[in-house]
Structures are given as structure tokens and as C-alpha cells.
């Protein structure tokens, strides 16, 4: 069945296409989501509002691209929505951490040693700003522009944020690789 026709008759409101529809896509939006949440609860709330909104709006699904992309862009913005308004968002703030996070280099081959749980987990622990940024612009390929745009902020906060997160994670990874070396400084 081709994703028009799916969606199509999940517009109609049939249950048993519905349920293939949510089948098909639940696990890779549940991935999605827990990029963006906090907590696994929080990741199946926004997965649970972006299903509900997938339905309401299947019907605007015209078939120009694929619908795994555009029920994916209605996941994110679930999860935008869902981090403003539970108030954890910290977007527009810049936040002194308290910890040294400047540019260090990471070993080449640090990163494929880290399975992609460990990945998720390092950056679920990001502050929210800088999660929601390192998401929307390395993950799902949102530029500044288009970022300051989805989250009301300056395109300078946004590469700010982003810079932010990367050095962060560079110094968890290179803090990772000490342990995986045996040398740990922790």
C-alpha cells in the first residue's frame, strides 16, 4: 500500500489503517522524541501528542514527499510544543554551566566506539536550549534561520546554543574514551 493510499484512509478514520500507520512509524518517532525529551516519560507523552496530531491532520498529507518525513516533522514540533509548555525550556537563556567547556578535539574514531544508546544519552543529558538546537540542526538538518524561527529565538542564540552543545558532548566523548583507554580521570 502506497503511504497515500495509508494516508487516505487513516483520514477516513479506519482504526485498522490507523494501526498500521502507527505500527509502521512508532518506533523510529519514539527515537525522534527521546532525542528531544528529557525523560522517557516525557518522550512517550510527546509521542503520544504527536500520534494524536498525525491523525487529526493526515488529511493535509498530499503525498510530495514521503510520509515517514512529514509525520516526522509533526513529531518535532510536538515536542517543541510540548517542551515550551511544560516551562523545562531554557531556549532563549544563556546558561554559565559552571564547568570549563572549551573546544577540545575528539579522537576520530571516539565516536563509532560509543553505541547509539550511549549517543542518545549523551545528549539527552544536554540543558533543554541546547538539546532542542543540537537536534533540530544536526539531527534533522534545520538551519539557523529556520531554527530561530521554529523556537522564537535570534539566529546568534541558536549557533551559540549549538556551539554550546558541542563542546559539551566533545568533552563527555573525550571523557568516555579516558575510561575506554583505561585512563580514566573522572
Sequence with gaps: MSDKELARRCARNEQKFQRILYDRFAVKMMAVCCRY????????????????????????????????????RVMIN????????????VIGN????????????????????????EIIQLVSVLPPAYRTV????????????????????????????????????KNKINKLTEVYHGQSKL
Excluded: C
Design 78 to 89: 510536538a515536542a517543541l510544543y510540548h517542551i515550551a509548555k511544560s516551562k523545562k525550556s
Design 134 to 169: 543540537f537536534n533540530l540542526s544536526v539531527m534533522d538538518g534545520f538551519n539557523h534561520s529556520e531554527i530561530s524561527q521554529m523556537l522564537g529565538i535570534s539566529e546568534s542564540t541558536s549557533r551559540s546554543n549549538l556551539a554550546k552543545a558541542r563542546s559539551i558532548l
Design 37 to 72: 525529551a528529557g525523560t522517557q516519560e516525557d518522550a512517550e507523552d510527546m509521542l503520544q501528542e504527536g500520534f494524536i496530531r498525525v491523525f487529526d491532520a493526515i488529511g493535509q498529507f498530499r503525498g510530495d514527499g514521503s510520509l515517514e518525513g512529514w509525520i516526522k
Design 94 to 117: 544563556h546558561q554559565e554551566l559552571g564547568a570549563n567547556h572549551t573546544e577540545t578535539g575528539v579522537e576520530p574514531d571516539a565516536v563509532s566506539r560509543l553505541s547509539s544508546s
